[in-house]
C-alpha cells in the first residue's frame, strides 16, 4: 500500500474597532480558512489459499482517489456601551458558513495470478457535500443596584445543516445512483434563550448570587 497526500490549508482573519464616540464602540470581524486536500492511494493485495499460500489465486488492485475542500466564513459585528461605572450594553451579531466537499473514486480491480487479465471489478464513487449555516444574535446589560450587580439579556441562534450522501456504482464507465445506499439529510434548529441575574457581597467573606434562564429549543 502506498499513499499520497497534497493538502493546502490558509487562514484569514481581519477585525477593526471604530468609536463613534465616548462609551460607545462598533467593531466587525471577519475571518474564515480554505482547505484542500487531494488523497490517492495505491494499493495491491495478492490472494491465495490457505492451504497453497505460496501459489497466488487471483491479486486485487484498488487505485483510489479523493478530492476533499472546506471553506468556512464567519462575521460578527459588535456594539457595546460602557460608562465605566458599572453600566454596559453589548449586542454580538454572528453568523458562519461551513462548506465541505468530497469526492472518492473507489475502483476494486481483480486479476488473474499473471495480473493480466480482469476476472471481476466493482467500482464506486462518492459524492458528500455538507452546507452548514449559523446565525445568533446575543443582547446582554448590565448595571449596578442595591449594592450588587444586575443583568439580563437574551440570545437566538439557528443552525442549518444541509448533509447529502451520494453513492454511484459504475457499470461500463457510466456511474449510476444507488437510492438504497444514498441519502440526504436537512437538520433546523432554533433556540430562544433568555436570562436575569444578580450577585452583590454580603460583608467581606461572604457573596451571594441568583439566577433564571429560560429556553426553547
Known amino acids: 500500500n ?53 501459489t497466488i ?9 479523493a478530492d476533499n475542500h472546506r471553506q468556512q466564513q464567519t462575521y460578527n459585528v459588535n456594539y457595546r456601551y460602557d460608562n465605566n461605572k458599572g453600566r454596559s450594553f453589548n449586542v454580538d451579531l454572528d453568523y458562519g458558513k461551513y462548506q465541505n466537499e468530497s469526492k472518492r473514486y473507489q475502483p476494486n480491480r481483480y486479476f488473474n495470478a499473471a495480473e493480466d487479465e480482469v476476472l ?14 449559523i ?9 449596578d443596584l442595591l449594592g450588587g450587580k444586575m443583568g439580563f439579556g437574551s440570545k437566538f441562534s439557528q443552525v442549518v445543516s444541509d448533509n447529502t450522501f451520494l453513492f454511484y456504482i459504475e457499470e461500463s464507465g457510466v456511474p ?34 441568583a439566577g433564571l434562564r429560560a429556553e426553547q429549543t
Not at 489465486?57 to 482517489?65: E, F, G, P, Q, R
Not at 446565525?135 to 448595571?143: G, L, P
Open 120 to 133: 471481476t471489478e466493482i467500482i464506486n464513487r462518492f459524492d458528500t457535500p455538507t452546507d452548514i449555516d
Open 57 to 65: 489465486d487471483s491479486i486485487l488492485v484498488a487505485n483510489n482517489t
Open 176 to 209: 449510476v445512483l444507488s437510492d438504497r445506499k444514498s441519502n440526504l439529510f436537512n437538520y433546523d434548529e432554533r433556540v430562544y434563550a433568555g436570562y436575569m441575574s444578580y450577585a452583590r457581597p454580603l460583608g467581606k467573606k461572604w457573596a451571594m448570587s
Open 2 to 54: 502506498n499513499s499520497r497526500n497534497d493538502t493546502r490549508n490558509y487562514n484569514y482573519r481581519v477585525g477593526a474597532d471604530y468609536f463613534l464616540r465616548k462609551n460607545h464602540t462598533i467593531g466587525f470581524l471577519v475571518g474564515g480558512s480554505i482547505f484542500t486536500a487531494d488523497n490517492t492511494s495505491y494499493n495491491r493485495i495478492t490472494l491465495a489459499n490457505a492451504n497453497t499460500p505460496a
Open 135 to 143: 446565525y445568533t444574535v446575543q443582547v446582554d446589560y448590565e448595571d
